[in-house]
């Protein structure tokens, strides 16, 4: 089992920056990929960026150049770092494991919000 608990939401102006975390504990060499998804109110969930146990990473197109995903590999920490925030970004991020089961992404955490204001 994966534990993901996501942190650093919250509420910002637009233009403005946020760093989410997800802090990965349990069966951590089970571990894949990890990625950020995210959901906005009656919409579906939909991928934002993902970095894989090599290092390589991916981000959504319309947020390339202002997102940017890492992690600390010591204290099994992913980030992702959102800036120029536009209203549009507002949604619940989701940290998202991959353990190689074949099903894609297999565990999620809870979420935390993000609201951008005009």
């Known amino acids: 089992q994966v534990q993901l608990v996501e942190s650093g939401g919250g509420l910002v102006q637009a233009g403005g920056s946020l760093r989410l975390s997800c802090a990965a504990s349990?069966?951590?060499?089970?571990?894949?990929?990890m990625g950020w998804f995210r959901q906005a109110p009656g919409k579906e969930r939909e991928f934002v960026a993902k970095?894989?146990?090599?290092?390589?990473?991916d981000v959504r197109d319309d947020a390339k150049g202002r997102f940017t995903v890492s992690r600390d590999r010591a204290s099994y920490t992913m980030y992702l770092q959102m800036n120029s925030l536009k209203p549009e970004d507002t949604a619940v991020y989701y940290c998202?494991?991959?353990?190689?089961?074949?099903?894609?992404?297999?565990?999620w955490g809870q979420g935390t919000q993000v609201t951008v204001s005009s």
């Open positions: 998202a494991a991959d353990s190689g089961s074949g099903l894609g992404f297999d565990y």
């Open positions: 970095i894989t146990r090599s290092g390589d990473t």
């Open positions: 349990g069966r951590l060499f089970s571990i894949f990929n």
